[in-house]
């Protein structure tokens, strides 16, 4: 069997002591802290970038003089910031300095001449305060050509530059802009907050840039305590682990202690006892006042090189997705009165809790926002929504296990589900009865999350070894007939069966979109049958 290196996440849910949830909202407020000073010194700096701009743009320049000329300005900084910058790194290790930093102009060549220089005097001299005077002065140096870059917008600090300036102001006066409470939590939690910071930056950016595609990403916000999820991350030496599981029932946290768990950690001990997973990280979030912890484990395990005598009985199956049955198996006929073996049903768990949740809603409206009721409504209409959350997915994975424990090839359709939910700015606003029909056909496919069950799918088949084929998008699978292949312009979604005006075949839609699928998946497996070309 092929081995493979591959990184899971183990998600368990917590039972703490009230002083251990106290630290754990202090860490989650320390990883909002951080976000949201990260994301201030980010918007510090664009917005100088963007004074800048504007005042070239008055000045009557055009958008390629403004660009040159904004580029001109950063590029002697840059320069020295570099040539200080490589400095430093040959005064901590030279075999990783190299290569040399760009020599721009005639200054540049000198100081990184006179730079050499004196790395040679100390080096030949052999004297150790000598050594460390020119690593602080290069320290200093980088530190000031810097902060020279973020505060004129020619750069915006990253992750690693907000963990270099909050240890330089962390232990100052909280009037100050310090945290001298930074001991009582895990450090990681403020390195979680600068990454996630980061992150939200590059999405926007390249949302902007047109790299990203889907939804456009908005400008980062400030997150607000109550009104964002309570979450942050922690790692560890994996060579000296401080996080790690205490038995079956615990698992240790750093500067957390022993946490209990709900259920059992039996499956990840006895991989990490067996030498097939290590421990990476650990994101602790909280979901309608529980806490969850997700183990993020390296596994070091075999892959199956070819399918089982199972999956090779059951051969190759379509999957047909959709709103009204939750999946289609391209084997058997969907009955109207009870759902077969090859028929999932759409459990609908939101349609089943909107009752309650309505319920919740009108009672939380009527007490005074901010209130005791008005808060103890709001953790209830909380706790309904998470529910849903935990009943979808485990029929979720209950639903891609079977399937990819079942059959050699899995072929589902790929299409696009921000298309089908597209909303009425992109269309003709429907009205009356077609907005209600509308409006309960997004509840229902968001409600079945089929661009999760897709997700699961393109992991579990390879973990089980199985393969997943995705039909190309256009691939008009509703529309064509499954017995001769032709196209019926006139079957539409809200039909329930499909007749097909060549054959004069008659069957189930969903049954007939599931069987195409499988067609076409054929067609991909075996391109050319023997004997007759191609098919």
Known sequence: MPSADLTRSFQFALDPTEAQREIL????????????????????????????RDALISQGLTTSQWKDCLRKEACSVKALHAAWDHHRRCLIKPAAANPAPAQSSPETVELVAELARQRQMARVAERPEEHARLLAQARNAVAH????????????PNQHDMAVIWRTVRDLPKEEGGTPWWHQVNVYCFTSGFDRAQAAWNNWKTSASGERGG????????KKK????????????????SIRLDGYRHVTLPKIGRVRVHGSTRRLARLI????????????????????????CKLFISLPAKPNARQRAGGTVGVDLGSR??????????????????????????????????????????????????????????RLHHLVAL????TLHKVTKSVARSHEYVAIEDFDLVDLLASTRRKPAPRGIQAGIKSLFNRQLMDA??????????????????????????QRVASMCSRCGKLNKDSLPSHTNFACPSCNYVTDRHENAAACILMIAQRRINPVASGSGET
């Open 25 to 52: 909202a202090q860490s989650a407020g320390a990883c909002r802290w951080a976000y949201n000073y990260a994301i201030a010194q980010k918007m510090d700096s664009h917005r100088a970038w963007a004074a800048r």
């Open 226 to 241: 109550g009104s964002c999820p309570d979450s942050f991350t922690l790692y560890h030496d994996v060579k000296q682990p």
């Open 449 to 474: 999350a089929l661009g999760e069950l897709r997700r699961q799918l393109e992991y579990k088949c390879p973990q089980y070894g199985s393969n997943l084929i995705k039909l190309e998008r256009g």
């Open 391 to 394: 009943r979808r997915a485990g």
């Open 325 to 382: 049955y939750l999946a289609v198996l391209s084997h058997g006929v969907p009955q109207p009165s009870c759902c077969s073996e090859s028929v999932i049903p759409h459990p609908r768990h939101l349609l089943r809790s909107l009752p309650a949740m309505a319920k919740t809603a009108r009672l939380m409206a009527r007490a005074k926002p901010g209130s005791t009721r008005y808060r103890k409504r709001a953790v209830q209409l909380a």
């Open 215 to 222: 939804r456009r990403v908005g400008y980062p916000r400030f």
């Open 145 to 156: 050509y810097k902060s020279q870059l973020f505060s004129r917008g020619d750069s915006v």
């Open 273 to 296: 006892a067996g030498g097939q997973a290590r421990i990476q990280s650990v994101t602790v979030t909280r979901r309608a006042q529980r806490w969850y912890a997700s183990v993020s």
